[in-house]
T-cell receptor, first 116, second 113 residues
């Protein structure tokens, strides 16, 4: 089955500390992985993606993600969190099933709270 | 500006009164999709379209209809809304191909009373 799991409903960090938002996936074939962020009362915004190549992917707003094939993970990271990073974060994987390649399968989301 | 435009942003309606939520994109994207977002359930796909006149069901299509008569538009139709369709709805579009991500609209918050 094709799926994405975000094991933490909420992550709390202090401003200036590093943050990690976890994501694991299950997909047949090579994974195409994405991270999106949703600020309150807004739509989802693209942060970064992994298609192929370097396992460390850099994206918008200083975020990066590390692809780990053996652990089937794609964790989102940032070296120093800002209060303005507080938002809902979604991991997604491209559906590889025949006829469904256009679809992204989303995790349930992780609420990131950064305190001053 | 490249964008996906949804209307309305907010809508309160009564049970059984047909409604349409519009979605339009200006990026010449082939693929379009509708999702609903509910607390604790994440994003669930309602319908998607790979191109004009090509639509297919997602995970939760019951109670919804869509059409794709033009490439830029992908309206979501609720023929007889019920309270369990109260939700936050998002339209998204992308180019075809596995390496492309979605561009999302700003969302429509629907309340059915």
């Amino acid at each position: 089955a094709q799926s994405v799991a975000q094991p933490e409903d909420q992550v709390n960090v202090a401003e200036g500390n590093p943050l990690t938002v976890k994501c694991t996936y299950s997909v047949s074939g090579n994974p195409y992985l994405f991270w999106y962020v949703q600020y309150p009362n807004r739509g989802l915004q693209f942060l970064l993606k992994y298609i192929t190549g370097d396992n460390l992917v850099k994206g918008s707003y200083g975020f990066e993600a590390e692809f780990n094939k053996s652990q089937t993970s794609f964790h989102l990271k940032k070296p120093s969190a800002l209060v303005s990073d507080s938002a809902l974060y979604f991991c997604a994987v491209r559906d590889q099933r025949t006829g469904s390649q256009g679809n992204l399968i989303f995790g349930k989301g992780t609420k990131l709270s950064v305190k001053p | 500006e490249a964008q996906v435009t949804q209307n309305p942003r907010y809508l309160i309606t009564v049970t059984g009164k047909k409604l349409t939520v519009t979605c339009s994109q200006n990026m010449n994207h082939e693929y379009m999709s509708w999702y609903r977002q509910d607390p604790g359930l994440g994003l669930r796909q309602i319908y998607y379209s790979m191109n004009v006149e090509v639509t297919d069901k997602g995970d939760v299509p019951e109670g919804y209809k869509v059409s794709r008569k033009e490439k830029r538009n992908f309206p979501l139709i609720l023929e007889s809304p019920s309270p369990n369709q109260t939700s936050l709805y998002f339209c998204a579009s992308s180019l075809r191909g596995r390496g492309y991500g979605y561009t999302f609209g700003s969302g429509t918050r629907l309340t059915v009373v």
